[in-house]
């Protein structure tokens, strides 16, 4: 099964110039749990941005480039839906972690999002894809801790596909 993982602003940014453009340290040890020992799926940009491979994780990547290789055994290259299709169809949760191109491709096949909900508006050129309120229902809500650290209000949110 798979499940999407991702940080978003009020007005549905996710990033820009390939970057977070937030710096939430609660939110990323909040991702490390949920995703450590899971497959990671994503897309070429993400992977790039992560600037190494992430421990205790295997990385699906997308990528349209026919040459594009990572020499590493927990990385995997993927230049199609067939090749991750048993990550769909598996009873195991398998978390999709970006960009937005990815999302939008793999939203269809999600059962669950969890979603860091930040209470402010930021400029980027990375969205994410409107949450219909018909096809996911919010199943869980809790208020994120906002500190000298974490500077932001935000809630950490659970959906789940409705009817699936």
Excluded at 35 to 53: A, C, N, P, Q, Y
Excluded at 68 to 82: G, R, T
Aim: hydrophobic share 35%; proline share 4%; with cysteine.
């Amino acid at each position: 099964m798979l499940s999407i993982v991702v940080a978003k602003a009020k007005n549905n940014i996710i990033g820009k110039e390939d970057k977070l453009v937030w710096h939430l340290p609660a939110d990323l040890h909040h991702f490390k749990e949920l995703t450590t020992g899971h497959v990671i799926i994503m897309g070429r940009k993400t992977f790039e941005s992560l600037g190494k491979v992430l421990p205790n994780r295997k990385h699906i990547v997308f990528s349209q480039n026919p040459d594009f290789k990572v020499k590493d055994e927990n990385v995997q290259v993927v230049h199609s839906m067939l090749e991750i299709q048993e990550y769909i169809e598996n009873e195991e949760e398998n978390f999709v972690i970006g960009g937005a191109m990815i999302y939008n491709l793999l939203m269809p096949h999600v059962t669950k999002m969890y979603v860091t909900e930040i209470e402010e508006e930021f400029e980027g050129d990375c969205f994410f894809p409107r949450i219909n309120p018909e096809i996911w229902k919010e199943t869980a809500r809790e208020k994120g801790i906002k500190n000298e650290e974490n500077n932001l209000d935000y809630d950490y949110v659970t959906y789940e596909r409705i009817g699936k």
